[in-house]
């Protein structure tokens, strides 16, 4: 079946430390892919998406591109803060007419000053 | 974007029990889905819901445990019937606007403690 396997965690670094986060797919069409995040306290919200191979998403200093040829979507950041420290999810969704998600295990960071 | 809330934030249940969590959206929207997120797990669909038609629902999760309601096009309400401690969880209902690859909306879910 379909499923997203993501880096296992957690993970720790010190600010402005480089950030990549690891996440691989297996998909039976071709979807698109997210990355979620879900800060302390707070609701899941969308940090980037790509649709098609070779997109890049990009938010808040964070980027994935969509690697078609090795089926996976790693998320980095060249210098983390502080602020960064949350659980971030790795999701897809195959486009087939029923939106919904497929999420990875999560991947809790954090960050120390 | 779509503004969804959810009612109650969380709750403490009692075994046995059943709690009815409810999803309001600010706008029309075709698809709803509730997901859990149980501790330190990511989040499994639960169902999606349509309205005006019976929701679907996931391998492992069966209507009678988690009836649904979609009443009209910004509201949902999922029931966690006779609860045991292991419905212990995050309940988060979302909506998605437009076709696919479209971002989804999530509420900002429902904490469950089940005693």
């Known amino acids: 079946g379909d499923s997203v396997t993501q880096m296992e965690g957690p993970v720790t670094l010190s600010e402005e430390a480089f950030l990549t986060i690891n996440c691989t797919y297996t998909a039976t069409g071709y979807p698109s892919l997210f990355w979620y995040v879900q800060y302390p306290g707070e609701g899941l919200q969308l940090l980037l998406k790509a649709t098609k191979a070779d997109d890049k998403g990009s938010n808040k200093g964070f980027e994935a591109t969509y690697r078609k040829e090795t089926t996976s979507f790693h998320l980095e950041k060249g210098s983390v803060q502080v602020s960064d420290s949350a659980v971030y999810f790795c999701a897809l969704n195959l486009n087939f007419g029923n939106e919904k998600l497929t999420f990875g295990t999560g991947t809790r960071l954090t960050i120390i000053p | 974007s779509a503004v969804i809330s959810q009612k109650p934030s969380r709750d403490i249940c009692q075994r046995g029990t059943s709690l009815t969590i409810q999803c309001q959206v600010d706008?029309?929207?075709?698809?709803m889905f509730w997901y859990r997120q149980q501790p330190g797990q990511s989040l499994t669909l639960i169902a999606t819901a349509n309205q005006g038609s019976e929701a679907t629902y996931e391998s492992g999760f069966v209507i009678d445990k988690f009836p649904i309601s979609r009443p009209n096009l910004t509201f949902s309400t999922l029931t966690v019937s006779n609860m045991s401690p292991e419905d212990s969880s995050i309940y988060l209902c979302s909506t998605h606007q437009g076709g696919g690859g479209d971002t989804q909306y999530f509420g900002p879910g429902t904490r469950l403690t089940v005693l």
């Open positions: 706008s029309q929207v075709t698809m």
